[in-house]
């Protein structure tokens, strides 16, 4: 199976020196490529993608990734 990585620099190639500049000194600034890791992990562990705890974890993934790209962009 393979598993999607989802870090900002992968998901936003665009806006890499952004990303390097903001995330310097800022722990938490990483918070959405740790929970990535994370989800991944529990992945490749055959964890169901359909289980309540995964799917809340890719929910306040997704939405970590939305709040860093606001403040990226703006």
Request: aromatic letters at 4%.
């Amino acid at each position: 199976m393979t598993i999607d990585n989802h870090t900002r620099i992968l998901e936003f190639p665009e806006l890499r020196e952004n990303i390097r500049t903001q995330k310097l000194g800022n722990r938490r600034f990483e918070e959405c490529n740790d929970l990535d890791r994370q989800i991944r992990r529990l992945e490749d562990e055959g964890s169901p993608k359909a289980d309540e705890t995964m799917e809340a974890l890719k929910k306040a993934r997704l939405a970590l990734k939305d709040e860093r790209y606001r403040m990226l962009t703006t």
